[in-house]
């Protein structure tokens, strides 16, 4: 039986976040100065986002939209990406479409954007934030196909 491990007080400025960090490589809860069971689903950085740690949201966003603006460029080099295929983009979740809980079909190329079902599209369009009114169109402009 697992024990509840007290989450501490949200983490305000770089000096308590740096400090938090220090004390959960150490084994150590800011709140109890206990020993803290390593959990295999949350690393440090889960527990950081968790207790809200502006630097560090921003960071995570500014990544993300980093990733995103990379990926979509890597694909605009392959073209239709029938020679090479399409890299997936994540969803703005982080998740990605052709994994759980989704178990879209991987855009590789556009062949596979214009084969989407309506229900596929729509999940894409939602997953990227997308207007709907484009559909197909704004998913090929957003993951870089250039056809």
């Known amino acids: ?40 689903t949350k690393s440090v950085f889960d527990f950081l986002l968790d207790n809200e740690v502006p630097i560090l949201r921003e960071t995570v966003a500014a990544r993300d939209r980093a990733s995103r603006m990379s990926t979509s460029f890597l694909n605009r080099d392959r073209g239709d990406g029938r020679t090479v295929p399409y890299v997936v983009m994540a969803f703005l979740d982080g998740s990605f ?20 079902t309506d229900d596929e599209v729509e999940a894409y369009v939602a997953g990227y934030g997308l207007s709907q009114q484009h559909g197909r169109d704004a998913i090929k402009a957003y993951i870089g196909c250039t056809c």
């Open 1 to 40: 039986m697992a024990t509840e491990i007290a989450k501490p007080a949200p983490l305000r400025d770089l000096h308590s976040t740096n400090a938090a960090f220090d004390m959960l490589k150490a084994g150590v809860s800011s709140t109890t100065q206990g020993v803290v069971s390593p959990s295999p």
């Open 97 to 116: 479409p052709d994994h759980d809980p989704h178990h879209l079909p991987a855009l590789l190329n556009v062949d596979n954007i214009d084969d989407l």
